[in-house]
């Protein structure tokens, strides 16, 4: 059953597919990102990005800091679209606290494998 994204049913059902998440590439494998996402349905939300794989609630010490648009986040996070992400940038919808090298190498990700490429499939199809 899809669930709205980022809400308590749908961290729930992230959380329960965490045993699945295949390693992720090098460049993600160590990075930390604290994320605040606003607009969203239900009130802004605070997360973390560590390793690839989003957890609620932020990190002491994360290097950088990212605030974002609830639509942004979702077209980055599950329609897994970076010109989304690069055009809000660009108009300045997101905000980068700290190392703004974090988000290069978020980017410098590479191409996901296929088992990134399954894994993705099943978040998409848990969110509405």
Partial sequence: MPHEFLSDDWMAAVDALR???PEPPAALKDLVVNLVVTECPFG??????N???LTRGLVDGAPTKITVP????KALFVQQDPQAAMQAFMAG???VEGDMTKLMAMQAGG???EEQK??????QDLTA
Avoid: N
């Fill in 93 to 95: 919808k997101i905000k």
């Fill in 44 to 49: 802004d939300q605070e997360g973390h990005l």
């Fill in 19 to 21: 045993d699945e998440a």
């Fill in 118 to 123: 399954t894994f993705q499939k099943k978040l």
């Fill in 111 to 113: 191409a996901p494998s």
């Fill in 51 to 53: 390793g690839g794989l």
């Fill in 70 to 73: 609830y639509d942004v986040a």
